[in-house]
């Protein structure tokens, strides 16, 4: 493998920088890239009997290559944001040192990861010394057998993911939950219990229909009206101002003993798709505009003489931002390689 330096493109001023619009005037500034496709869980609503989708190894981009593309994207047209996801971020062997570099590469770009948070134990200090800012870990239940149905780990291992992570100095983790009728549509009481006096931000996310999950969610499908009405019911909900960008609507949920901020994530039913600042880069290179939508373009294409060529990034870039659509409808990629 060649050296970072080596294959770097020569870094652009600042001043030439323009912002990246799409076809339907949304800025584009929040990257979220998926470093594997590797997943130690098997959640009912995201890969429901896929026994692989693990590793796509030869095609996997590098992470001097993911680097490129973010310091490209970063000098080119600003960037906010850039998630690390997966499959499950934390058993890419090297996640630490990504983080790492993109801290030093991007030093004004938040850095945020989605994880199952069941190995922030091990890693939870590294990741916050490296340069982490933020994690989101997800949470779909709090009765231990149910969460093991649900994903097929162990409850006990993401409480005390969540435990090293606020041990290491991170902020208390967003919770996402996602929310299945018969399943764990029961418990969203609970969790907001649970969740607001630990200080968690809690989001209920909708089942979306995406790849072999589709049929699965679209049965146990709840609205979030429906979610929020249940919490509404004893706790009082006062709307929050929406940042630009954000997918959850936010409120502030009180009891009286306690408070604190409980989110819907609402993909189906209240489409935020007119507010979507994302693209999102698979772990072998494709570039997605839209969760909801099979389209992609192929990033490979920019190393295709092994060296970086900003000109094709351009280019494919060009591309993913001209299909990103008004309005996403149905995926067909499995969520493990989207990296939700
Ligand atoms: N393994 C990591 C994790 O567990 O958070 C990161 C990848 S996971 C695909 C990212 C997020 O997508 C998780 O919060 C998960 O709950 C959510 N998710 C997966 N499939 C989904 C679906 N069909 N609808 C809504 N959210 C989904």
Request: hydrophobic share 35%; with cysteine; charged share 25%.
């Amino acid at each position: 493998m060649a050296e970072l330096s080596q294959l770097d493109p020569p870094r652009e001023a600042p001043d030439v920088r323009r912002n990246l619009i799409d076809g339907c005037g949304r800025r584009i500034d929040s990257l979220r890239i998926s470093v594997t496709d590797a997943c130690d869980l098997r959640c009912v609503y995201c890969r429901p009997g896929m026994e692989t989708g693990d590793v796509v190894s030869e095609r996997a981009l590098s992470d001097e290559q993911r680097l490129q593309f973010v310091r490209f994207l970063h000098d080119r047209h600003g960037l906010a944001q850039v998630r690390i996801t997966g499959g499950e971020p934390l058993l890419y062997e090297p996640v630490v040192s990504l983080v790492e570099k993109l801290r030093a590469n991007v030093p004004d770009v938040t850095l945020a990861m989605t994880t199952s948070g069941r190995r922030l134990t091990d890693l939870g200090v590294a990741l916050r010394r490296a340069g982490l800012d933020r994690l989101n870990v997800s949470l779909d239940s709090l009765n231990p057998d149910r969460y093991h149905r649900i994903t097929g780990g162990r409850l006990d291992d993401v409480l005390a993911g969540l435990d090293s992570a606020s041990d290491a100095g991170f902020a208390p983790a967003k919770v996402n939950t996602v929310v299945m009728r018969g399943v764990n549509d029961d418990e969203v009481v609970d969790i907001v219990e649970w969740a607001l006096p630990r200080g968690h931000v809690i989001r209920f996310l909708e089942a979306m229909p995406i790849g072999p999950a589709a049929g699965t969610n679209g049965k146990a499908f709840v609205p979030s009206s429906e979610v929020r009405e249940r919490i509404g019911r004893q706790f009082e909900l006062v709307p929050l101002r929406e940042d630009p960008g954000s997918t959850a609507k936010d409120f502030e949920a009180s009891n009286g003993s306690v408070s604190g901020v409980v989110g819907f994530i609402s993909p189906v039913s209240e489409s935020f798709c007119g507010d979507c600042r994302r693209i999102r880069l698979t772990a072998d290179g494709r570039l997605y505009p839209c969760l909801l939508d099979d389209r992609s373009v192929d990033m490979r294409s920019s190393w295709s003489t092994g060296s970086f060529h900003a000109d094709r990034a351009a280019a494919s870039l060009k591309q993913a931002v001209i299909d990103k659509q008004p309005r996403g409808r149905a995926q067909g990629t499995p969520m493990v390689t989207l990296g939700g």
